[in-house]
């Protein structure tokens, strides 16, 4: 299913007079005005020269070879130097406009499909499944960059072979654009934090459902689970039914909270407060901290008396500038709520130990807490 309201078409030069076709892309970027035929004769310096200049290239050569070129332009990008940042939060800005310029570069080799998502190229592979789960049904011919594709594919592969949650005890299968809990440490805290009832819990954003799924196991006898993303319910229900806890958890389309009460409530929201460049980054960028807030702000309504919140927030912003402690904790208070405890944990992700990374600083020092929320 596309993230588009009004499909787009991109426009390209044939011998015979210009052609049409279906613009996709699920990061909701506009299709390139300016568009050339490329094939196996395009050298790695044309393609990046065009390619900065936003001029796009539409592959009819071997599929393998674009692959071959798009790592060739990767290359060529990752030469230019780094802009000096003199503070963290001028690192992340810096690394965001790198990723933005990256990605809109390496987005301008493309990719035709036609009315099947059959690759009509030499060496393609078969991506009509990891297309489907994206996109819907097939229905026209239409061109995606290459680099979506390769990562529809790469979803796919994730989708089928699912993640491995030791304290579960099972693999989660994240879909496309759902945010995949590689990162354990959340997880891990809602494992070992005790509960303050086994009667029935909210499970506040719940992405692929990992959090519900664990409190399930945990014994909570009923999870209310909320997402507004279409794809995140689908995502969670599949993965609770897979799992067997359709029984326990309930997964429901709500902004935030479900109605009625609960003695425990978890929200793990966004963790940095900053825009989104594209929908599928929703799941890290919480603009102006507004889910954060929005749980905040609730949870007092929602909670049975006596009962905890259990926010699952990084400090990594605070480490990046972009919000102060202060700010948190004079939101719980505004909230008319006190903190009844807090369990930390260092990441183990590959990034925190990665002194390349120009945030590295910020990452060395990241904790991931779990915040026991009380109403005063």
Known sequence: MSLSATPATITWP?????RSARWRSEAAVPPPKRVVVADDRTTADTAYRLACEGTALLWQGD???????????????????????ETLIDAFNFHRQAQSQRARTLGMLLIPLDATYTIPLRRAPDVQQACIETYGAADEPSVVSLRELLGLIGAHEWR???VEI??????????YGVFSPVRGEYVDLV?????????KAFDIGTGTGVLAALLAKRGVKKI???????????CARENIERLGYAQQVEVIEADLFPEGRAPLVVCNPPWVPAR???PIEYAIYDMESHMLLGFLNGLAE????GGEGWLILSDFAEHLGLRTREFLLSAIEKAGLTVAGREDVRPRHPKSTDETDPLHAARMAEVTSLWRLKVR
């Open 302 to 305: 929602h909670l049975s008396p």
């Open 191 to 199: 494992a070992r934090t005790l509960l303050p009832s086994l009667n």
């Open 14 to 18: 044939e011998a015979e007079g210009p």
């Open 276 to 278: 989104p460049a594209s």
């Open 160 to 162: 089928k072979k699912g």
């Open 63 to 85: 599929f393998q070879n674009a692959r071959q070129l798009l790592q060739a332009v990767t290359r060529r990008l990752e030469r230019k130097p780094r802009k000096q940042a």
């Open 224 to 234: 209310v689970a909320t997402d507004q993303d279409p794809r995140a319910l689908a």
């Open 166 to 175: 030791p304290v579960l005890g099972e693999r989660i299968h994240p879909h």
